[in-house]
């Protein structure tokens, strides 16, 4: 039997599909090198010989064999061997994970340079100080990396002697200071470890790789593994490979070539170069590099030699790639290469460009770009100089871009916006209150709360910039003005700059720049390559995704905008947010009325408000679905604030009497758990006549559409529904309703009435609740909540950041709907209702509609339609597609 070799595999051995074993950089040399490109020749130690000497703190004892056997045969192929006196040979001992942590392990460059084989080097180059470059590069990498020295004692000797000589770069170093400064670091390696510079070539190389398996738990490979959700277990590979040398001269360098532009996708190589200069150079700027069309000047062969690999790779990768290449006296050697890391605005040029050369398919294409890149093109952005300090960073809870004048209360907020004030609103933390004020602000900003405070769940439904949880900021909303931990106090009317991509504020106004994406998005219309590119690309979405996308809008320009933006109709239009605002005084009646008569004048002056809403909104979505759900919220939200309002009444020594019946009011619907309290269709059935009232405004609505020739689709929803007999009742009255406005204005009405799956017991129970339902739309916030038996807006600030340090969970699950969990229930009450109801119509409202992972979710799950805010929408257009690939 031929058992798979586990240590060590030459270059020619391996290939792209090896990553886990080679790790990405191995696994690109082998694939280069049956390419038939040119690398330096080499092996690759495995990750498994990490995985064993992290867990037992000892290599494997066959690696000696196989890392013998592969040395011995790249010596063969180069001619010399490693450290020989004479001519030696040279090589690289560089880190590579299977997925690319740039830059942070290490690579250690000339193992094999000792007292003697630095004279072989001088001599067999003809240049002596080249070679001892080269022995003090080795020195100083191999004393700071493997022998643990501080770089900075190694950074001052060679201050030292620039300064001696007056010089500024080391390139002014002759031979004879090379060699003295050589002696000095080993020297301080003496000093500091107690131990001399390993002379022997294979003692370097075997402490080389050990360091490299030890750079993996470095802090900085572990910080930056925690930030990108690489697993600790993967281990490094480490590739040992024969030197080339860009250091040699003029005629020699070392660079990095893009096959496109990784930064706007332009067709088209783009790179750096550095001549006389070894790869390390590049990466530490120890001179400034120029553009890659310098080499055209400087060497034409090698850079139309440098092209035709770049084309190559670009065309058998299928992808953007880069490379590391270094030129040694006018020979080009490649020495890396891996598919390239984009920005978003490249990522949509590429994909789309790709696929119009034919290189890759157009459903390939949708897999090379995704929803949060979409969404990040469509903010406008700030121009950031390096220099904008900013005055305080919070949660990046909304993205974009927003400047305007400070106010601290919603009043204020308005009044400057009507008055054409661009406002952002400042708040400890937001409440259903401050929502007329963030509808008029440009963006909010909190001091407290984290990505789904209300602030933050608001805001993005919104579409509207928001940062929040900046605790660095104490917030006097009694006196207008915020400071921040440095002392500057920013007051009312004061300009800032709210960065909600990066999480920032700054003091003044930060220059903008407008998303043209998003704006070529609601026209259809595309102006340059980019846009052109995402409107391709959604098209071809559209064409391929099953599940429908719908919005949530509550008013007919958000309407509008959904249409333009894609939506398919809408999946939640919230009434309650009509009540707002003037609405307030007539909601206020309605609870405070004491008898019925009290009662039916408040819902009767409410009823043409509402049906001049719904008209508004089916007419932007004429011909289109509207689900409209029935009030939800607990009706002490439309009541002022309880302790304020006693505390008012207690001052006055004439207390009005309309604020003392509010405040009875306020107490007699007080709730300990207000979320679990008398909201949703507890609500609809306790209010005499409220229910009746919206559905009437419905059917009225729907009544006007027809007779204006319109094709109104209104579905009306009942929400928190826990079991049959709920919406059995309110059914029955919704019915009722409608009866009588068909009967009264003879219209025949066809509006479907449906429920919210958001209990667990409806979940549990959707084969009973689907007799009395026409359609299902699960409100997996609520969902979350009542699933996990937690309060969104209290866990999130409370143990959300230490269940996320902890692990409990990646993310949190209001954000990606916990698959193991509340997904269970989705999709138990998916397939309890189909049995009952094939044609039961299925969807999703709430915040995870517009969350990619969520939709990957929901698309297996078999739902019909995702509904999210109008922003998001073209995301989730996006990835329905991609959840079908
Ligand atoms: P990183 O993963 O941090 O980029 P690398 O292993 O790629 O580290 O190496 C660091 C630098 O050293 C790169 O610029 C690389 O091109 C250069 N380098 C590595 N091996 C060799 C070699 N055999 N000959 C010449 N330069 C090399
Ligand atoms: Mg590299
Ligand atoms: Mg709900």
Redesign the pocket.
Known sequence: MNAPRTYVYAFAEGGRDMAALLGG?GAGLAEMTRLGLPV?PGFTVTTEACKVYLATGEEPPELAVELARALAGLERAMGRDLGAPDDPLL??V???ARFSM??MME?I?DIGLNDASVHGLAKASGQERFAWDSYRRLVQMFGHTVMGVDGDLFQDAIAAHRAKRSVTVDQELDAAELAELTEEFKEIIRRETGEDFPQHPAEQLRRAIRAVFDSWNGERAHVYRHREHIPEDLGTAV?V??????NLGADSG?GVAFTRDPATGARGMYGDYLSDA???D??AGVRDAVPLAELKRLDPRSYVELGDHLRTLEDHYRDLCDV?F?VERGRLWI??TRVGKRTAQAAFRIAHDLREEKTITADEALVRVDGAELTRLMFPRFDVRPTDAPLAHGVPASPGAAVGVVVFDPATARRRAAEGEDVVLVRRETTPDDLPGMIAAQAVLTSRGGKTSHAAVVARGMGKVCVCGAESLTVDVAAKRFTTDTGVVVREGDTVSVDGTAGTVHLGALPLTASEVGRALETGEATDELTAAVLDTLAHADAVRRLQVRANADTPEDAVRARALGAQGIGLCRTEHMFLGERRSLVEAMILARDDTARERALAALLPLQREDFTGILTAMDGLPVTIRLIDPPLHEFLPDRTELAVRLARTEHPDPHERELLDAVERTHEQNPMLGLRGVRLGLAVPGLMAMQVRAVAEAVVARLRDGGRPRAEIMIPLVGTVEELRLARAEAERVLAEVAAETGTALDCPIGTMIELPRAALTAGRIAEAADFFSFGTNDLTQTTWGLSRDDAEASFFPLYLDKGVFDVSPFETIDQEGVGKLVELAVQAARTVNPGLETGVCGEHGGDPASIHFFHRAGLDYVSCSPFRLPAARLEAARATL
Request: hydrophobic letters at 30%; glycine letters at 14%.
């Open positions: 950089k330096p090589v690289s560089r880190s590579g740039p830059g690579t460059l590739n490979q024969a030197m080339v040398f860009g070392t070894q790869g390390e590049v990466v590391e270094t020495l890396q």
